[in-house]
């Protein structure tokens, strides 16, 4: 069967396009089937999307939406409804995941799936291409149909090693510039994060969505790219990548040795260490992006889940530039409960990491609650989320909450200074032309 991935440009073409589509791509091949893939960039109308997939003349089209992809992927779809109404459409990722029946509501939208893809897409694929039907009495495990039932989840896959490796093909990336994941899920509790849902999603399943791969395969993967002269940086997009410090002593030993091609990755400070610094760098580290969100510690203690203090990222901070590695930093404003006090603490102490403590540079994004999250949650329950909401862009630069403790103009008029403290930053180390990946300042 041919399935045609599309990949949903939202207001700017993104480096690399989305993971998720890249693992299934690999696993449908390796059981034999045939995958497509374009990018609907921005400029691209419906109708030229239609026109396109048309083109591509598949029997499944499948999207992976963030909540931020998922207006524009429903305008598309309805199009595909309209226009090519033989071809079933499914949709996954973590928008139809945590929001599926708003996904399956929208017109054009056969299937969604909820969780991890790989099992559940070869199983939709094999019965479609055997003409067979999938729904209330055919159900599929993790595959929700327009109509039906919520279906039962299977347990994540294992062992993980067993997974091929992504289909590079279809993440746009420059050559040379490689995008690796070596771990799936994040054990910490953040209550924005929509990515840690999976865990829980999974805890009524029965298996650990937290699984790593092996030294052995994250490293043939890379030897495979390099003997095609492919490797010249590795960005780990892992969200943790420093969970477990023997997996990444390890790695660093052999990967150092081995190659040394500079990487960046994401850590949190709780999972770093004076001792572990040096050995990232040894090996190659040239970046890591911290998220520090905010500069209350009570707003992060008590909104965030995020007991850690700002002394801890001002060690972290400093023992990351003593190793040598340069500094990138997350952070977020808008949030139920901050005061104009807490914004103020966040905004002060990007200034102090900026201007005492090595971070090179940072992104600013104004909180937006993703469905399935704990914060989604209680913005619903506090009445925070206005009416209509569904209809609004998750586009993280104005906040679309009623919060009772700060305003929009609140919100904006920090925003706006962390835009002027990001320039005062660019213009103090002005002259240096380091590269800093697009991926790291992503929120
Ligand atoms: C790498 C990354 C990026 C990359 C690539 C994007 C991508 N989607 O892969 C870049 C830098 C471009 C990026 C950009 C952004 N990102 Co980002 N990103 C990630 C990150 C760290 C890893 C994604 C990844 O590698 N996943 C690995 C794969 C294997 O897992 P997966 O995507 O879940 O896919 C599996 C299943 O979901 C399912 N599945 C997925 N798609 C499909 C499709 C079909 C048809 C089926 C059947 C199944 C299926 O099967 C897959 C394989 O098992 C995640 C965090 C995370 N852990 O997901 C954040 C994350 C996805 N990003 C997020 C955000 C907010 C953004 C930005 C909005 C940032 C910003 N403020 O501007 C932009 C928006 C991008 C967009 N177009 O909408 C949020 C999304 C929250 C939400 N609910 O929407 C996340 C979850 C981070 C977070 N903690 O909140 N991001
Ligand atoms: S924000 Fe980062 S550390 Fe927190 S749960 Fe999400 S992925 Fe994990």
Excluded at 131 to 139: A, F, R, S, Y
Excluded at 390 to 408: F, G, Q, V, W, Y
Aim: glycine content about 8%; some cysteine; overall charge negative.
């Amino acid at each position: 069967m041919r399935v045609l991935f599309i990949e949903v440009d939202t207001e700017r073409d993104w480096a690399v396009a989305s993971i998720g589509p890249g693992f299934l791509a690999a696993y449908l091949r390796a059981n034999g089937h045939e995958v497509a893939f374009f990018r609907a960039t921005i400029e691209m109308t419906d109708a030229d999307v239609v026109a396109r997939a048309r083109a591509e003349a598949p029997q499944l089209i499948g999207l992976s939406l963030t909540t931020r992809q998922w207006l524009r992927a429903r305008s598309i779809v309805a199009a595909f409804d309209r226009e090519l109404p033989d071809i079933p459409v499914v949709a996954g990722g973590l928008h139809p995941t945590f929001a599926p029946e708003e996904v399956l509501a929208a017109p054009g939208f056969d299937y969604v799936c909820l969780g991890e893809g790989e099992g559940p897409l070869l199983d939709l694929v094999t019965r479609l291409a055997a003409g067979k039907k999938v729904g209330l009495l055919t159900p599929i495990a993790n595959i929700w149909t327009k109509g039906g039932t919520k279906p039962t989840l299977r347990a994540p896959f294992e062992p993980i090693d067993q997974l091929p490796f992504v289909a590079r093909d279809l993440l746009d990336e420059h050559p040379g510039l490689v995008h690796m994941t070596t771990q799936r899920g994040c054990p910490f509790p953040c209550t924005y994060c929509a990515a840690r849902m999976y865990n829980e999603l999974y805890d009524d399943a029965g298996g650990e969505y937290g699984r790593r791969r092996s030294h052995d395969s994250v490293l043939a993967e890379l030897r495979g790219l390099r003997d095609r002269g492919l490797l010249s940086y590795v960005i780990f997009l892992d969200d943790t990548f420093t969970i477990h410090h023997p997996w990444v002593r390890e790695f660093c030993r052999v990967y150092g040795d081995e190659y040394r091609t500079p990487f960046s990755l994401h850590a949190r400070v709780e999972t770093v260490s004076d001792r572990l610094l040096p050995v990232l760098a040894k090996a190659g580290a040239s970046m890591v992006t911290y998220g520090v969100e905010s500069g209350s510690e009570r707003i992060r203690r008590e909104v965030m889940q995020r007991p850690v203090t700002n002394q801890r990222f001002r060690d972290v901070f400093r023992w990351t530039k003593e190793a040598g590695i340069l500094i990138t930093a997350n952070f977020m404003i808008g949030l139920p409960g901050e005061t104009r006090d807490d914004l103020q603490m966040t905004l002060d102490l990007a200034e102090e990491l900026g201007t005492d403590y090595g971070l090179y540079d940072f992104g600013y994004f104004v909180f937006y609650p993703y469905p399935g999250t704990h914060l989604f949650k209680l913005c619903v329950e506090r009445g925070y989320l206005p009416g209509g909401y569904e209809e609004m862009p998750a586009n993280h630069r104005a906040s679309i909450l009623k919060l009772d403790t700060i305003t929009p103009d609140d919100i904006a008029e920090f925003y706006d200074r962390f835009t002027a403290l990001r320039r005062k930053l660019y213009a103090h180390r002005a002259g240096k032309t380091e590269h800093v990946d697009s991926s790291a300042l992503h929120g």
